[in-house]
């Protein structure tokens, strides 16, 4: 009976074998590995669609299921022209074989970011084939034909140590009905050696140096534990695009080498965790954006912008779309802020009365005594802007790879509304270090841009937005 399900158990393995995926190793980095099947691959077009893998380190805690996992699988559609992924299906599972969660995911397509885990998928799944169907298929049924020669050898190997089977200690023997293990028993055999080196008599002196034995590597296996208690289940953000995205769990230390993003791990919520500088943006009261209402009507003092054309240098930092252009400022009260960098947000950071609009530019000032202004411009869907499509056609291709045109010239005049009339209040700044102490100029008269300009900017941030801050009881004025 014992021969008959030892055999039934490894006759199986070339079928389960034949059919499970082949992984292989692309990248390898801290705390995790990044894993391909390469017989998954189905190229149609310029498209492939591939099954890939994140194997972790240490277990993290499913949002939703509250149980722990260590792999995430994922079946996800590259485009290799335009850069692009979409994720079908996502699977948590806490070891090899043990599924968590699976789920179907209905996103759409989404860039890739440079550096991040799917781009490095994206560079293996794009590369042209070195050998096509057959040949992998030729290769695989050797590997499945190797495997079952193998499995039927160890078989006989079994059976005829079940016929002649070894003498062994009864505190040894396995329980009646249970099947012995053909793996060997690592922990019983490092017990039995230190048991065999308190037992031995010191050997006599003078003996020559014993020879050099190397140890067993290792075998490679998973164990479930986790550097804090579990955390309790909290509702995980519906999350879309991207495959190889990772439910983090909440103590602050696991946020340690994250960084800040407007989603995930790394969102608003977590800045003040990611990093001790980042504080005020939990603890801060005047912080930004807000909903601009309430605010008392008085007559303000024109801004004068100093603006003028210029070339200019764009970059895609990972957050947005940045552009730095020559000499450039504004004057208010007696003190003149020089232009940094403006950059785009989709939709809106600031409310008006309830209103978001569909994008802003935030152009950033800082004067000599070290404090920032910012000019918001408020941009809403309408008929194509001039000044957007200059700084779009000239859109950096690679994250952190700035373009400098050396003949194309921009005016932000242009992209002022035709009523200079704003809103002010004191604020912050809204990214992390989330610092205070910003004067904030939000011109009340939007600016249109076309839906396709809008959609651009989508497909590279769907949503950069800091959520609405507290007003907190700050005064608020609005020209008249």
């Known amino acids: ?32 590995r990044i894993e391909l099947d390469r017989t998954s691959l189905k190229r149609e077009g310029n498209t492939v669609q591939a099954q890939g893998r994140v194997v972790l380190e240490k277990e993290l805690v499913d949002g939703r299921s509250g149980a722990p996992y260590r792999v995430i699988e994922a079946v996800t559609r590259y485009d290799c022209t335009t850069r692009s992924a979409n994720t079908i299906k996502r699977i948590f599972k806490k070891n090899e074989t043990d599924v968590v969660r699976e789920e179907d995911i209905k996103g759409a397509d989404l860039p890739v970011r440079t550096g991040t885990l799917d781009d490095k998928v994206l560079r293996e799944v794009c590369r042209p084939p070195k050998e096509g169907a057959a040949e992998i298929a030729q290769k695989a049924n050797e590997a499945a034909g190797q495997l079952k020669a193998a499995n039927e050898a160890m078989l006989k190997k079994e059976m005829a140590k079940a016929e002649k089977p070894e003498a062994v200690k009864a505190a040894d023997a396995p329980k009646e009905g249970a099947i012995p293990s053909i793996k060997p028993n690592l922990k019983a055999a490092m017990e039995s050696a230190k048991e065999s080196a308190k037992e031995a008599p010191p050997p006599p002196a003078p ?55 407007y989603e995930g791990a790394g969102g608003p919520e977590n800045w003040s965790k990611l990093d001790p500088k980042n504080k005020v943006c939990a603890i801060g009261e005047r912080q930004s954006p807000i909903d601009i209402k309430d605010g008392i009507k008085v007559d303000l003092e024109p801004i004068k912008f100093n603006y003028r054309p210029s070339t200019f240098r764009i970059v895609d930092n990972g957050h947005t779309v940045q552009v730095e252009i020559g000499e450039s400022s504004i004057s208010l009260t007696g003190k003149t802020y020089e232009l940094v960098q403006f950059h785009f947000h989709r939709p809106s950071e600031e409310k008006v009365n309830g209103q978001r609009f569909d994008m802003v530019a935030h152009l950033v000032h800082k004067a000599d005594d070290g404090q920032l202004a910012v000019v918001a411009v408020l941009l809403e869907r ?99």
């Open 382 to 480: 309408g008929t194509e802007n001039a000044f957007i499509q200059t700084l779009w056609n000239n859109m950096p291709l690679e994250k952190n790879l700035p373009v400098a045109p050396p003949t194309a010239m921009i005016d932000l005049n242009t992209l002022l509304p035709a009523a200079r009339n704003y809103y002010t209040y004191m604020g912050s700044l809204t990214t992390p270090p989330c610092s205070e102490g910003v004067l904030w100029l939000v011109m009340k008269q939007p600016v249109q841009v076309s839906p396709d300009q809008i959609n651009i900017f989508s497909r590279l941030y769907k949503n950069n937005a800091r959520p609405i801050q507290p007003a907190a009881g700050r005064l608020i004025k609005e020209g008249r």
């Open 207 to 261: 003996t020559p140096a014993p020879a050099k034995v190397a140890a067993p590597k290792p075998a490679t296996v998973f164990v479930h534990t986790s550097q804090a208690p579990a955390p309790k289940p909290k509702k995980t953000p519906k999350s879309e695009g991207y495959m190889l995205e990772l439910a983090h769990v909440e103590p602050a230390k696991q946020h340690a080498h994250i960084h800040w993003d």
């Open 1 to 32: 009976m014992r021969l008959l399900m030892i055999a039934s158990l490894l006759v199986a393995l070339p079928f389960g074998a034949t059919a499970a995926p082949t992984w292989q190793t692309i990248s390898s980095e801290p705390g995790k």
